[in-house]
Every structure is written in structure tokens, then in C-alpha cells.
């Protein structure tokens, strides 16, 4: 299987702004659908998102998937379902 690398710029991928979260997807995802990006090899959701300071994500399921965040600006705190949790700051993974 070969897998085609292209270059898509943040104005060419797929957009979404809820207020306190401005993202953009990479591949096709939520509600965006994109049948010429829906992924690259085992890659599925590559997305580039700026959270509102105070703000993010609700407790949510992610089933056989591993999550990777990369702080560019801030601190992002992540705590899971069993209380686990952490505070990355800009070039922490």
C-alpha cells in the first residue's frame, strides 16, 4: 500500500467554532466530511485546536485509540475517568 503525502493549509482543511473552541480538522471528522481526507495510514483525527483559557473538553469515551497533545501556547490539563491527570505546557507531549 502506498500512502500519498500532500501539504493541506489551515485554510484548506475543515473548520469548526464552537466559541470557546476554534479547531481545524485535518481528515474528516464531527461534522465535517471530507472523502478526499479521511485519514493517513492508521491516522485518523489530526486536528489543530485553540481552547478559550478555563475551558475544554467534558468527560468523554475514546475507545482503541491513543491521544497525543503538543502544547504550543498555555497549559492544557487532561485528568481521565479514574483520576489520572496531568498539566502540559508548550513543547510538552
Known amino acids: 500500500m502506498t500512502i500519498q503525502m500532500s501539504i493541506r493549509r489551515s485554510e484548506q482543511r475543515g473548520r469548526a467554532d464552537h466559541g470557546w473552541l476554534d479547531t481545524r480538522h485535518s481528515f474528516s471528522f464531527a461534522h465535517y466530511y471530507d ?10 483525527v489530526l486536528n489543530q485546536d485553540i481552547v478559550a483559557p478555563g475551558r475544554g473538553f467534558g468527560t468523554h469515551p475514546h475507545r482503541n485509540m491513543e491521544i497525543i497533545s503538543y ?13 489520572t491527570g496531568s498539566r502540559i505546557r508548550p513543547g510538552e507531549v
Request: glycine letters at 18%; hydrophobic letters at 35%; aromatic letters at 4%.
Open 35 to 44: 472523502p478526499q481526507h479521511l485519514g493517513f495510514g492508521h491516522l485518523r
Open 71 to 83: 502544547v504550543v501556547r498555555g497549559a492544557l490539563e487532561h485528568k481521565d475517568t479514574i483520576g
